[in-house]
């Protein structure tokens, strides 16, 4: 039976299909929605729509920015020669917020997953290997220390090994599948001091 209009249930369709967002969710926005003015629906959609038009993968790091080369990789004063490898643009703003992590960045996108079919040609690593033809001095690893995470930073160092550029991988104490970025700042700093060469 359809208790609402097609609309409201193509609404609520779109929005449950949303990470993070169940049934119940879907229904209570799809109603906030329908409910507002124009013009702020309005807003709302073009902000989703410029972003998708504007956002792109930085040419050196692929963290999501809006010009060619991100604020990071731009900055003079960053250490470009520690590179720290993230799942995601999530888990680089979350080291970013601690404010005490000078190096650079590269962002994965992904994580090597057997079971969900995520091989290494998945995520960004040909291109981190390519910048490590570059002057670099330390890789640290700070992909989540779920399974995925796990078996990528395995992955990864024994890639880079070879070239006899330091790996380090971020101190357990990260909970085991947490998000890196739900972790508070005193946990992901004591992570960060405390890695260890593999
Ligand atoms: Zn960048």
């Known amino acids: 039976m359809d208790l609402y209009s097609g609309y409201i249930n193509k609404l609520i369709e779109e929005l449950a299909s949303l990470p993070g967002?169940?049934?119940k969710s879907a229904q209570r926005l799809a109603f906030y929605l329908v409910h507002l003015p124009k013009e702020r629906v309005a807003r709302f959609t073009d902000a989703i729509l410029e972003a998708k038009e504007h956002v792109r993968y930085c040419a050196e790091?692929?963290?999501?920015?809006?010009?060619?080369?991100?604020?990071?990789c731009a900055n003079k004063n960053r250490d470009h020669e520690t590179i720290m490898v993230v799942e995601n643009t999530r888990d680089l703003a979350a080291y970013e917020k601690t404010g005490k992590y000078d190096g650079v960045y590269h962002v994965l996108h992904g994580a090597i997953s057997p079971m969900l079919g995520v091989g290494p040609n998945d995520i960004k690593l040909k291109e981190l290997m390519l910048r490590l033809q570059k002057e670099v001095k330390e890789v640290i690893i700070a992909t989540n220390s779920s399974l995925e995470g796990e078996t990528t930073a395995m992955y990864i160092s024994k890639l880079i090994k070879p070239t006899g550029i330091k790996v380090t991988r971020i101190a357990s104490g990260?909970?085991?599948?947490?998000?890196l970025e739900?972790?508070?700042?005193?946990?992901l700093l004591r992570a960060l001091e405390g890695r260890v060469e593999l």
């Open 21 to 23: 967002i169940g049934n």
């Open 61 to 72: 790091c692929y963290t999501l920015t809006d010009s060619e080369i991100c604020p990071i």
């Open 174 to 179: 990260v909970p085991v599948g947490g998000d």
């Open 182 to 187: 739900y972790i508070d700042e005193v946990t």
